[in-house]
Nanobody, 118 residues
């Protein structure tokens, strides 16, 4: 699976961005999808995930109620809608994929920078 993330940018606190992750190479519908982020000097952390059937989602406590993950299987794309952004959301955001029968995300996109100014 090849993943291409896009949609990052510079936004003021309180603003919104929508990240996209286009997948290619294998049957997209067999993969759970996730978003992770890494801020400068910090370890990469989980942000959100959606199952291969889109029947279940999960969020980090820090983004719950502000971010929404979704997927469009027809377009082989997963989205992360980010609202009420805070300066602490500043990071490089990565999308990732794992086969629905596995627990490890094996496929990673290249990352897209999100910068939130105060």
């Amino acid at each position: 699976v090849q993943l291409q993330a896009s949609g990052g940018g510079l936004v003021q606190a309180g603003g919104s961005l929508r990240l996209s992750c286009a997948a290619s190479g294998r049957t997209f519908s067999n993969y759970d999808m996730g978003w992770f982020r890494q801020a400068p000097g910090k370890e990469r952390e989980f942000v959100a995930a959606i199952t291969w059937t889109a029947g279940s989602t999960a969020y980090a406590d820090s983004v719950k109620g502000r971010f929404t993950i979704s997927r469009d299987s027809a377009k082989n794309t997963v989205y992360l809608q980010m609202n009420s952004l805070k300066p602490e959301d500043t990071a490089v955001y990565y999308c990732a994929a794992r086969n629905y029968r596995e627990s490890t995300y094996r496929y990673w996109g290249q990352g897209t920078q999100v910068t939130v100014s105060s």
